[in-house]
């Protein structure tokens, strides 16, 4: 936790965050003075997703997304806030700086995605192509910018040149210099319709897609092809697409367990805000559920690292992840029940 | 994972030092590019980009063409032409 000075000598606070995309957007929030935990912008937001998308590769690996696509939850986080937001895209790179440049100096501090191997200040081993990672610039220095990024401790100083590259990469996900921030806030927000409106979103997204490849139904998709794929691909590269998958749900975005423990944390807060038990016992649920991810990516890693030839198995790696399925799937059932039953 | 990454560069630095493809097949994977993305990134056409990956077509290349490649790799000219030693 460091203080740092924003564009306007506003004093800005920054904190280590979970996950990048959250923890700008409760940043951006607190900015304006308005104090809001992490699990509770991804629950508004409705940050909890599953999505298995094989024709999109990142370094030669199917992408397998556990929560909303990048973006996304900013945005519906702060619409059902009622935030008055500004959500930009640009096709020219020079013009993308050149306006967050103005914002800058009208005193805003500004969210962008961008690309993590890009990213000038960041160490080799976290430098991977993915273009979903959000930090905040929070004013013009000489030369470049004054960045406060949730991954790393402290607020750092980025090369224009480096932001720029970072902010337009081409290829899969490209951010296109996504970038956002807040003008004004409704001072008391509506917290509970808002709550409400999150849960009942990531209900749809878990359980009314209709394509085999998002939500519970995607779970399933990828448990068999997890089972199916010594078979089909040879242990190695089956080995490597595992390897894979587990870094999608442990490492990436930070969250652990595919964001499931965050997930619980909202809930846990949002029992405290409608004083609703059943609210508790779905966050009961939602941390045993993650613990079951956990499991799956403790196996996973047993294979690859082949520890115990005879009891690890592609088949068993596969069995939980079926098994995660079906909590979820029943999880987001009562969910369903439970929202439609709250006041707000 | 990160073992993967490093291991594809050092292939890649392997194969252009036997001769089989160009230093930009080099560069292009030490960026983790694939050709269409390293085409998107230059505004070179895909097949183009393939083809310059030949170390004899690669070695004829125009000036104003490796610049293009330069600017998206994020290295200078001289650097795109030959292998750093590590």
Known sequence: MTAELAANGKPFVHHHGAHCETAVTSALFRYQGMDISEPMIFGIGSGIF?????????????????????????????????????VKTYRDPPKGMDELRQVLKSGQIVGLATNLYWLPYMSERHRWNFSGHNIIVLREIEGGFRVSDPTIGAPVDCTADGLEQARFVPGPLNPRGHMYYIKSIRPNPDLRQACINGMKDSCNAMLRIPLPLFGVRGIRFLARKVVKSPDKLGFQEACRQLAGTVRWVEETGTGGAGFRY????????????????????????????GDNWREFSVTAARIIKQRDKEGETFAKAGGLMLKCADREEAFFRKLQKVARKLKA | MVSDIRARI????????????????????????????LARAAGIASFRVKRHLRPEIFSRLKTSVLDRYANALAVTREELKTLPNS
């Open chain 1, 50 to 86: 599953f999505g298995h998308l094989p024709f999109l590769k990142m370094t030669n690996l199917p992408i397998t997304a556990f929560r909303a696509k990048p973006g996304a939850v900013f945005r519906k986080a702060a619409k059902r806030m009622g935030v008055d937001f500004v």
């Open chain 1, 262 to 289: 965050m997930y619980a944390a909202f809930f846990h807060e949002a029992a405290e805000l409608f004083g609703s038990n059943e609210l508790a016992d779905l966050s009961k649920e939602m941390t045993a559920i």
């Open chain 2, 10 to 37: 050092e292939e890649a630095r392997e194969a252009v030092l036997a001769g089989k493809k160009s230093p930009l097949y080099y560069h292009m994977a030490r960026r983790q590019m694939t050709p269409a993305i």
